[in-house]
């Protein structure tokens, strides 16, 4: 079964331009999760979806980023214009969330590793 | 609202020597708990787990956590490490009220060397 796909995995831009990120969760998940890892940080929570529904972006900076998550599957975070600060790896997680127990393990991707210059 | 402390930024040891790694949380509600490992550019990956019953959980490659409450701890134990467990270690806690937001320590760098 294939893990949780992102792209790119690297990313290198110039400070006020824009970029795009990519997530395709696990087959069949229908919660998704965008973190922040700055370096030497554990990850931070920007957005999480429950199938096309966006049900925390309290941590996501609504000024410069956006995301969604078309038909429920598929996800894409953005900045514009990204600032020098931005520079960190994002994250993007699944599960499946249901049944019993309140809880539900993620599984992560690999991330991309924004440099702004 | 949870948080996570790990006072070990980095814990040197020699193969074959036993570790703990250290994570402490609090919150205010009861918790489910985590230990993610990540190797040199590469994702999270989910090591082992404590959701309820037994509070000692082990994983398939030998490592072992045990929670205890009165402690507010998730310690991460190997008797006998390899140079392969090189690697970062995050500890993570969630609620237990529904939802599955986790909430990460800053991480422990585990160094194996010969």
């Known amino acids: 079964e294939a893990g949780v796909v992102q792209s790119p995995r690297y990313k290198i831009i110039e400070k006020k331009q824009p970029v795009a990120f990519w997530c395709n969760p696990i087959?069949?998940?229908?919660?998704l999760y965008w973190y922040l890892q700055n370096l030497g940080q554990g990850p931070e929570l920007l957005i999480r979806?429950?199938?096309?529904?966006?049900?925390?972006d309290s941590q996501l900076p609504k000024d410069r980023f956006s995301a969604e998550r078309l038909k429920g599957v598929d996800s894409t975070l953005k900045i514009q214009p990204a600032e020098l600060g931005d520079s960190a790896v994002y994250l993007c997680?699944?599960?499946?969330?249901?049944?019993?127990?309140?809880?539900?393990?993620?599984?992560f991707g690999p991330g991309t590793r924004l440099t702004v210059l | 609202a949870q948080s996570v402390t790990q006072l070990d930024s980095q814990v040197p040891v020699f193969e074959e020597a036993p570790v703990e790694l250290r994570c402490n949380y609090s919150?205010?509600?009861?918790?489910?708990l985590f230990w993610y490992v990540q190797y040199p550019n590469q994702g999270l990956q989910l090591l082992l787990k404590?959701?309820?019953?037994?509070?000692l959980v082990e994983s398939i490659n030998g490592f072992e956590a045990e929670f205890n409450k009165s402690q507010t701890s998730f310690h991460l134990r190997k008797p006998s490490v390899h140079i392969s467990d090189t690697a970062e270690y995050f500890c993570?806690?969630?609620?237990?009220?529904?939802?599955?937001?986790?909430?990460f320590g800053k991480g422990t760098m585990l160094l194996v060397s010969p």
């Open positions: 993570a806690v969630s609620d237990q009220a529904g939802y599955s937001t986790l909430t």
């Open positions: 979806y429950e199938n096309e529904e966006a049900v925390d």
């Open positions: 919150s205010s509600v009861s918790v489910y």
């Open positions: 404590y959701l309820s019953g037994s509070t």
């Open positions: 997680a699944s599960s499946l969330r249901g049944g019993p127990i309140l809880t539900d393990t993620q599984y």
């Open positions: 087959s069949g998940h229908n919660t």
